[in-house]
């Protein structure tokens, strides 16, 4: 009986392992016709199939040459490594050359490290993450190896969200020192003058009643509305280069560099990054003209001894069609 039973789970796991073998096959053949034309993101993600239904120095090593024709170097030369580290526990003669071909590839895989300053505290590092995943912060200082392109470097330090952007070129290396404030410190309270003396009663002088300088209000309604515009431009150059980093990271990614060969996630991606670039423009029109009107409205203030015989107004608006300015008043 015992026998049997043997017999039977033996015969089980050659059919399963026979279709296992067949669909591997199936897939291999796949992955070659859309490498053919290239077609990397699924080329790429069907050789890792196979690889898993059938895990062997070849699998790896199909799926270092894809990633490596794509041009994702750093995880082809992490399959090129699994696959070295399988021929030389198999004492496979193959693996020799696959070091070699490693190695060759190394030379020209991107290097990436993240710093913080020496006098920064680690502890207010928080939720470190590379291109959307989590980096450990015992790697900070370590060169990291990646992809060439720009990669995208978020974090949290001293309670505020940030992020960061590191373009690496093939062949090239980059280091980015991460804003992490110092721990911070009171400071005392300054001490009293013993000098200062309390006014006996009867000893108070009158105060005379002051009157506002005359276009007081204006300068600084003047200042207000020109820091207002300084930070609209501020955030539209920080929206702009957001849109633009986007949009290239959209083609390469999912339009093989060419806005006529997006996929579904291509054009909508592009799409998106082109519209944070038309907000970007709109938002920099609004504040350009807030700070042209708080300028003037600084200048025309009217000064001591002059009448305020001029009542000035300069406004930004803000249509459907963009942005203007009105100029107008009372002469």
Not at 70 to 84: F, N, S, T, V
Request: hydrophobic share 40%.
């Amino acid at each position: 009986m015992i026998r049997a039973t043997l017999i039977a789970m033996l015969a089980l796991a050659a059919v399963a392992g026979e279709a296992s073998a067949n669909k591997a096959d199936a897939l291999f053949k796949k992955g070659k016709k859309l490498l053919a034309a290239k077609k990397y993101a699924e080329a790429c993600t069907t050789f890792e199939k196979v690889d898993q239904l059938d895990p062997g120095i070849g699998a790896k090593l199909n799926v270092a040459k894809c990633y490596q024709e794509w041009g994702k170097l750093a995880i082809a030369y992490r399959w090129y490594l699994d696959a070295e580290h399988m021929a030389a526990d198999t004492k496979d003669g193959r693996a020799a050359k696959i070091k070699e071909l490693a190695e060759e590839l190394d030379v020209n895989v991107p290097r990436l490290t993240i710093k913080i300053p020496e006098t920064a505290d680690p502890r207010s590092l928080v939720s470190l993450t590379l291109d959307g995943k989590l980096l450990s912060v015992d790697l900070l200082g370590t060169e990291q190896r990646v992809d060439p392109g720009a990669h995208v470097i978020e974090y949290t330090a001293g309670g505020k969200k940030k992020k960061k952007m590191a373009p690496v070129e093939r062949g090239g290396s980059s280091e980015v020192l991460l804003d992490v404030p110092k721990a911070k410190v009171g400071e005392p309270e300054p001490p009293t003058d013993p000098t200062e003396t309390t006014p006996e009663p009867g000893d108070e002088q009158p105060e005379e009643p002051t009157q506002p300088a005359p276009g007081r209000n204006r300068r600084i309604a003047g200042i207000a509305v020109a820091s207002a515009g300084g930070v609209g431009i501020v955030v539209a150059s920080a929206l702009t280069l957001s849109a633009r980093s986007s949009y290239k990271d959209a083609l390469a990614a999912h339009c093989m560099g060419s806005t006529t060969m997006c996929d579904p996630q291509g054009l909508t991606a592009t799409h998106d990054a082109r519209h944070r670039a038309n907000i970007a423009t709109v938002i920099s029109l609004v504040g350009g003209a807030a700070v042209i009107g708080g300028v003037v409205l600084y200048l025309t203030a009217p000064k001591a001894g002059h009448a305020d015989e001029h009542a000035l107004y300069l406004t930004p608006v803000v249509g459907a069609d963009g942005g203007a300015v009105v100029f107008g008043g009372r002469y």
